[in-house]
């Protein structure tokens, strides 16, 4: 997967007190995605933009759009990513 294609697929990242909290608490980060992506589809996503391996992914479609929740391998690479995409 190209950059472009990933550009496409992750939106932005989906920034709460709630969302903020799973960053320390799950090392999960909320993006808002292409409605029409799906979990591997977004896990290379993340993965070509972010440098970043992910652990698992969870969606979910809300009034807003779709939303994936995506864990990594620890809190520390959740922290990292989340400083370098201005989440914290």
Known sequence: MNVEQA?????????TEKTFA???????????V??????MQIAQAVSTLYDENVTN????????GKKAFVRFESVEKARDL?????ML
Do not use: L, Q
């Open 57 to 64: 992914v969870n969606t979910a479609r809300t009034i807003y």
């Open 7 to 15: 550009n496409k697929i992750i939106i932005k990242p989906h920034i």
């Open 22 to 32: 799973m960053v320390e608490n799950e090392s999960k980060i909320c993006f808002v």
């Open 82 to 86: 989340a400083t370098k995409i201005g």
């Open 34 to 39: 292409d409605r029409t992506a799906n979990k």
